[in-house]
Nanobody
Framework: QVQLVESGGGLVQAGDSLRLSCAASGHTFSSYTVGWFRQAPGKERELVAAINWSGSYTKYADSVKGRFTISRDNAKNTVYLQMSSLKPEATAVYYC??????????????????WGQGTQVTVSS
């Protein structure tokens, strides 16, 4: 069993930076692929970024490439999402999710076994 708790969301202005954290409980967290998803009102939940268990492979949505960075510290059971040059369209609830058998299916929500409660990010123009 893995429990995930997101933090770091808030209200920022366009162009600002924000770092989200996903803290996990469970001694096997280092075995999991972790994804950051976001869901804006009236829209589908979509993958923002994902990272494999070791941190050696990352995946980004085209809309955030070059501006967002996902990383993990397995010693701290924490995954981060550093967001820079934020745009108003980034406004959403951000969720982290962990999956043991995600493989290359990073975009598939169904592959993730555990989800956090989400943290709100609001970017004003």
């Amino acid at each position: 069993q893995v429990q995930l708790v997101e933090s770091g969301g808030g209200l920022v202005q366009a162009g600002d930076s924000l770092r989200l954290s996903c803290a996990a409980s469970g001694h096997t967290f280092s075995s999991y692929t972790v994804g950051w998803f976001r869901q804006a009102p009236g829209k589908e939940r979509e993958l923002v970024a994902a990272i494999n268990w070791s941190g050696s492979y990352t995946k980004y949505a085209d809309s955030v490439k070059g501006r967002f960075t996902i990383s993990r510290d397995n010693a701290k059971n924490t995954v981060y999402l550093q967001m820079s040059s934020l745009k108003p369209e980034a406004t959403a609830v951000y969720y982290c999710a962990a999956g043991l058998y995600v493989g290359s299916y990073y975009y598939m929500k169904e592959k993730y076994d555990y989800w956090g409660q989400g943290t709100q990010v609001t970017v004003s123009s």
